[in-house]
């Protein structure tokens, strides 16, 4: 290794910010930079980075732009070194699309800092469409059950693509573009996700998908490794354009590292940038969250960013309509398996924000009292259960809906619905632990069991149904370590219920710094720099493996065997509960 002074960048375009991080050559954060897309660019009047209508919930694209001009003055002002950096990577918020014109190469191709800043250059000329779809997007019912009648039902979608198909990934999403925005469509030169967007702007000019993202489409072929054609030819019909020519032919292979590029001469002159500073593609967020840990067999990542997001590595490709399985980025012959939630950080928010109104505490974002009420042990809830879902929900896939109950202890049967509990207190302890339940429950089927499982056991597992499960059920399969990332995890009392609930064998960590996507991106520059300028020849993990620094995360605890039994009822209930949502 080269011990010249070199730094590595991580991007994270994420639903809330664009976040940037610095690293060494020996894996040290050196520093970081961050653009909050609500508070520093006003002038796009987002909320929590969206605009929500009903149920389409999407991103404008410029004000992404904006921020990456942002986001690299922030260092150039900070006096970071950016002619030292050797090369970029990182990830972005999945499945979101954007619509680039026929001049958008050209645009990418001759940007200059003498003709404006990035957001003059390339909006709107650059775009067929000003917002990108967002991940929170509830609208494409219609989409994802033609495309799923079209592979003969969601077991084959996700046997084909990794998951049945989802509201929000990109192939129901360009279809339903196609099918009612046809002149845009069909002026559409190409399509990228979030992640090759970034990763063109970068290189300035564009460049295909990262394959790992593109399992977030409903539209590749996961064994095969090629778009589906059935799916392509289905999205096709719609219009009188080639789906696979806008999204520029196959994705970019994860089985070894791939340069893509050099920095755009806008950066070089703007900010400095050196110009041989190496592009790699940039992936989706959870996958680069991934690559922030060396993560054994069994341990599971638990990701607090805007959506919450279970994570685990397996070399096993056993797809299922309950979870998602992607390529993984970094990783030749190995997936992610993840669980996905939508109602994460802002639903329990929002709980926070009730607290502080009635206690008349000002800063709404202060978790003091809701964090004191998750371990109040005056606050009794161990009949109630609570489902707190502000926007429609993934899993289980249903519409925005709060739920309050009663059950009985012993056997988790529903006996009283409620308006409210005793207290919005009781809510905080209820929405955490709801939440926790759920993933511990999840995440199961994607676990390697310490014992034999019955083929009943397994299936019901799958299918959420616990009630009259046996205990051995859910106490087979667990997690071995967790690990909380993300913005929450930063919260003490959050984190803890979450690992007491989870019920991890071998203890509870967190990444000191909540920036996991960006870290991994981070990673995945250096690495892949190492491997194509062939100063190292060794696969991801063992890279990683051997440089990383374990004093960057941070034991939180071990697990209460007697916490952990003691929640079993309480995933009954939940079971039962979901059972009679819409
Ligand atoms: N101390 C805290 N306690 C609970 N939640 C927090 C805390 N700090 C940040 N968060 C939550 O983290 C979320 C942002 O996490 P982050 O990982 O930055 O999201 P994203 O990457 O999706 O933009 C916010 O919505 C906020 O509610
Ligand atoms: O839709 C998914 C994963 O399938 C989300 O996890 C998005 O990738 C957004 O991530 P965050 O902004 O919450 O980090």
């Excluded at 009730?354 to 505490?361: H, R």
């Excluded at 060794?538 to 960057?552: A, G, Q, R, V």
Aim: with cysteine.
């Amino acid at each position: 290794m080269t011990k010249e002074e070199s730094y590595f960048l991580g991007f994270d375009l994420s639903t809330q910010q664009l976040k940037c991080l610095a690293i060494d050559q020996d894996l040290k954060i050196v520093t970081s930079q961050n653009v909050d897309f609500d508070t520093e660019l006003p002038q796009y009047n987002t909320n929590n980075g969206v605009y929500i209508h009903a149920d389409v919930v999407e991103c404008p694209v410029a004000m992404w732009i904006e921020a990456v001009d942002l986001v690299f003055k922030k260092f150039a002002s900070a006096a970071f070194p950016l002619n030292k950096v050797s090369a970029i990577s990182g990830s972005c918020q999945q499945h979101g699309s954007v619509y680039w014109s026929k001049e958008a190469n050209a645009l990418l191709n001759s940007l200059h800092p003498n003709k404006g800043m990035l957001v003059e250059q390339l909006c709107p000329h650059a775009f067929t469409r000003a917002n990108a779809p967002n991940w929170q997007d509830h609208s494409t019912a219609k989409q994802c059950e033609e495309m799923e009648n079209k592979v003969c039902g969601s077991q084959e979608m996700a046997r084909i693509s990794g998951s049945r198909a989802h509201f929000r990934f990109t192939g129901p999403q360009i279809l339903k573009i196609a099918e009612q925005e046809k002149e845009l469509y069909e002026s559409t030169e190409h399509i990228t996700l979030v992640s090759n967007f970034l990763t063109s702007l970068l290189c300035g000019k564009l460049v295909s998908l990262d394959e790992a993202d593109a399992c977030g489409m409903n539209l590749y072929d996961i064994n095969e490794k090629k778009y589906c054609q059935p799916l392509v030819d289905f999205i096709n019909e719609k219009s009188n354009s080639s789906l696979l020519d806008k999204l520029k032919g196959a994705p970019i292979s994860c089985q070894t590292p791939q340069h893509v590029g050099e920095i755009s001469s806008y950066f070089v002159q703007k900010f400095d940038l050196d110009s041989k500073c190496a592009i790699f593609p940039l992936t989706g967020d959870n996958l680069a969250t991934i690559c922030s840990l060396p993560l054994q067999k069994n341990d599971v990542l638990i990701s607090m960013g805007t959506s919450t997001t279970v994570l685990v590595t397996t070399d096993q490709y056993h797809p299922s309509p309950n979870y998602h399985l992607f390529i993984h980025p970094t990783l030749a012959n190995h997936y992610m398996g993840m669980i996905c939630y939508c109602n994460g950080a802002l639903a329990r928010s929002e709980v926070c924000h009730q607290i502080n109104v009635l206690n008349n505490v000002e800063t709404k974002d202060d978790w003091t009292l809701f964090d004191k009420a998750l371990f109040d042990d005056s606050i009794k809830n161990d009949d109630e259960l609570g489902i707190y879902f502000p926007l429609g929900e993934i899993v289980p896939s249903v519409k925005p809906t709060y739920k309050r109950v009663k059950f009985d202890r012993e056997t988790g049967e529903l006996k009283q619905n409620l308006d409210s509990f005793r207290s919005v207190l009781h809510d905080a302890k209820n929405i955490i632990e709801s939440q926790a339940l759920s993933c511990r429950a999840r995440i199961t089927p994607l676990l390697n069991s310490s014992g034999k499982i019955d083929q009943e056991v397994s299936e019901r597992q799958l299918k959420f149904d616990y009630d009259q499960l046996p205990l051995s059920a859910y106490l087979n399969n667990r997690p071995k370590r967790a690990f909380f990332v993300g913005g929450a995890s930063k919260n003490d009392a959050i984190v803890k219920k979450f690992a007491q609930i989870i019920g991890a064998t071998d203890g509870n960590y967190r990444l000191k710094t909540s920036n996991s996507c960006a870290l991994g991106g981070c990673y995945k520059a250096l690495w892949s720099f190492m491997y194509t300028t062939k100063q190292t020849a060794l696969p991801f993990d063992e890279f990683l493996s051997k440089n990383f620094h374990w004093e960057d995360v941070e034991y939180i605890c071990d697990s209460n065997e007697e916490c952990y039994k003691a929640y079993s009822s309480k995933l009954i209930a939940l079971s039962n509960i979901e059972a009679i949502l819409d």
